[in-house]
Nanobody, 122 residues
Framework: QFQFAESGGGLVQPGGSLTLSCTPS????????IGWFRQVPGKERERVSC????????IYDDPVKGRFFISRDNARNTAYLQMNSLKPEDTATYYC???????????????WGPGTQVIVSS
């Protein structure tokens, strides 16, 4: 079964930083665009960032622009999400998934993992 393993979540104070990682099981990230999503209970899963497979161009959604940075290391077959200046509203479970490009939403991305929880609290 193809899926991701996300890691790096935890408890952090407001203003702090975390770096999340995701590594796929059974497939190579090189062929895909990679998206990071987050979800809180009772709300829909929302995309926060995506990195294009063709040119590596990153896309950031408004709530995280200027604070989060997405990257990929094809040699390590791993994607990362560096999160800076964290706010309590960033508290969520974070997931990565793949698609052919970055134009879709959570309904088009696939190979979801169990996610990693991020809690921003003092």
């Amino acid at each position: 079964q193809f899926q991701f393993a996300e890691s790096g979540g935890g408890l952090v104070q407001p203003g702090g930083s975390l770096t999340l990682s995701c590594t796929p099981s059974g497939f190579n990230l090189h062929y895909y665009s990679i998206g990071w999503f987050r979800q809180v209970p009772g709300k829909e899963r929302e995309r926060v960032s995506c990195i294009n497979r063709r040119d590596g161009a990153p896309i950031y959604d408004d709530p995280v622009k200027g604070r989060f940075f997405i990257s990929r290391d094809n040699a390590r077959n791993t994607a990362y999400l560096q999160m800076n200046s964290l706010k309590p509203e960033d508290t969520a479970t974070y997931y990565c998934a793949v698609d052919v490009d970055c134009t879709g939403d959570s309904s088009t991305f696939t190979y979801w993992g169990p996610g990693t929880q991020v809690i921003v609290s003092s």
